[in-house]
């Protein structure tokens, strides 16, 4: 008899399309292109209505027929949906109509995006039924992986560079993970897991159980899809580290149009990097379809990908949607994460520093025009990565509990301000 | 002195399973003809029909990726270690 898998039909080379049974596998046998999940659509199409939708809790798993589980997800039943925030007084700042802020700064439970793709990697590692999750991270996945792991009493194995935030270590340590601390960058790291992986039978989130896990991130577009009106905004700007988010939240917009949700309207997804690691915009500026690696040297930890494993797709994406590319300074980092606090009181990490800074590079530059509506994926929360701006914000001026000294204080700003 | 070719387990069918191999070779490129020679059908899984390393195997000598070296030109001499993998995943 065959196998329940859902609304899933293979796995399917993107390389090559050779077709593979749904398991913990990630690699084409043939070519070593990367695999995908392919679905039943006509299937999904009869199932995934806007009133269906509308009907379920706000979380990402009310489009659950275009996740890849097979069954009903059993990890993460409360990610998602995080606010759709119109962004008015950044949007004068930045000098354009209209703009947006998909805020997974406070998605559940770690504060990142990363609680998508986990709660779709998790749910299906137990479908497949292993006892041990892990995963090569820049921070914001090891995170997930250990807060998610352990509500669902999975074992769980996270690997990091060992110079990460010391916010986005304890944030991992704290859950009882076994957190490893590799004295390299994130691309050795992830070398090394592409070797453990093929030597234990765990399930590594970001290799083995890739194809599921990726998935996950599609939840972004279809939310600001349904949150935006039910339409594609005409500009999505998208931070950029290995490029899946990017090539998802595509692929996300793309099945929307397909199943008749949203209507085929002319949309961008432009990408964000840091310049100290910015091999997809030094790529897209160039007009490449190919990328060069690179050694990362930036502040945006969680963006410090060298070797991005989806970036001939990211590249792609932003040839077919008439995208762009660029890449922002440390400085223009933190400008970015202090306007988008000072503006909106959303404070992002590192990350979100590079999306509002390449956004305003973007806008002066044209490539989204003033007229145009916007939307920035702010993807992190700042509270992780403070050490990226500690020093950088001022301090607090201490007084004594004493009217009298913070009068003189106030009288002192007053005349400092006149 | 040979230097030592780590295969990953995609292509382990090729070598009867062996999952370290030794070559003579003085650059990638040789080594990966020699591979062939010995394990008939391996080189068409590292390289595409122009030649050229495919997109998505990652080829390390010594822990260092061959594309911050002189890809199939990356000299190798006694006792480098040579990794091949697939699809570097992460992200």
Aim: glycine share 8%.
């Amino acid at each position: 008899m065959k196998e329940h898998s859902g609304y899933m039909k293979a796995l399917k080379c993107r390389e090559c399309g050779r077709e593979y049974p749904l398991t913990a596998n990630h690699v084409c046998e043939f070519d070593f292109g990367p695999l995908e999940v392919a679905y039943d659509y006509d299937r999904i199409k009869k199932s995934l209505t806007k009133a269906a939708i509308a009907s379920r809790p706000k979380t990402m798993w009310r489009y659950r027929e275009l996740l890849p589980v097979a069954n009903d997800p059993t990890v993460g039943l409360q990610v998602g949906f995080t606010p759709l925030v119109k962004a008015d007084r950044l949007a004068k700042k930045l000098g354009i109509r209209e703009l947006w802020i998909k805020n997974d700064t406070v998605n559940y439970p770690t504060l990142s995006f990363k609680d998508r793709v986990v709660s779709v990697a998790l749910s299906r590692s137990r479908e497949l039924g292993f006892d041990t999750v892990a995963c090569a991270s820049t921070g914001n996945l090891a995170n997930s992986v250990a807060a998610q792991a352990a509500s669902a009493g999975l074992k769980a194995y996270v690997f990091i560079p060992s110079d990460l935030e010391q916010g986005k270590i304890v944030n991992s340590l704290i859950y009882g993970a076994n957190v490893i601390g590799i004295k390299g960058h994130y691309d050795e790291v992830n070398r090394l897991c592409a070797e453990i992986a093929g030597k234990f039978g765990w399930a590594f989130v970001n290799v083995n159980m890739r194809p599921y896990y990726a998935e996950g991130s599609k939840s972004m577009a279809y939310e600001i899809a349904e949150q935006h009106g039910w339409r594609v905004p005409q500009h999505t700007v998208v931070p950029v580290a290995s490029g899946s988010l990017l090539t998802k939240i595509q692929k996300g917009y793309q099945e929307f149009i397909k199943l008749g949700l949203v209507p085929q309207t002319k949309y961008a997804v432009h990408g964000a990097q840091a310049t100290g690691c910015s091999p997809i915009s030094v790529a897209q500026k160039a007009g490449l379809d190919f990328f060069k690696p690179v050694k990362p040297d930036t502040i945006a930890k969680s963006l410090a990908i060298g070797t991005p494993a989806d970036g001939f797709y990211a590249l792609k994406v932003m040839r077919d949607t008439n995208g762009a590319a660029e890449d922002v300074t440390d400085d223009e980092i933190r400008d970015g994460i202090k306007l988008l606090a000072e503006t909106e009181g959303i404070f992002a990490e590192t990350a979100g520093g590079v999306t509002v800074g390449v956004a305003k590079k973007l806008i002066d530059s044209g490539k989204i025009p003033r007229d145009d509506s916007a939307v920035l994926c702010v993807t992190g929360n700042g509270l992780k990565t403070l050490d990226a701006v500690v020093g950088h914000v001022g301090k607090p001026r201490e007084i004594k509990p004493s009217l009298r000294e913070f009068e003189a204080l106030i009288t002192n700003e007053e005349k400092v301000n006149a | 002195m040979p230097k030592k070719v780590r295969i990953p387990t995609p292509l382990r069918k090729f070598t009867n399973n062996e999952e370290l191999v030794e070559v003579n070779a003085a650059t990638i490129g040789e080594a990966i003809v020699e591979l062939q020679t010995r394990f008939p059908g391996i080189q068409e899984r590292l390289v595409d029909e122009k030649g050229e390393v495919r997109r998505f195997v990652n080829v390390y000598v010594n822990e260092e990726d061959i594309r911050f070296l002189k890809n199939k030109q990356t000299p190798l001499k006694d006792g480098d270690e040579i990794s091949i993998i697939p699809a570097i995943a992460g992200g």
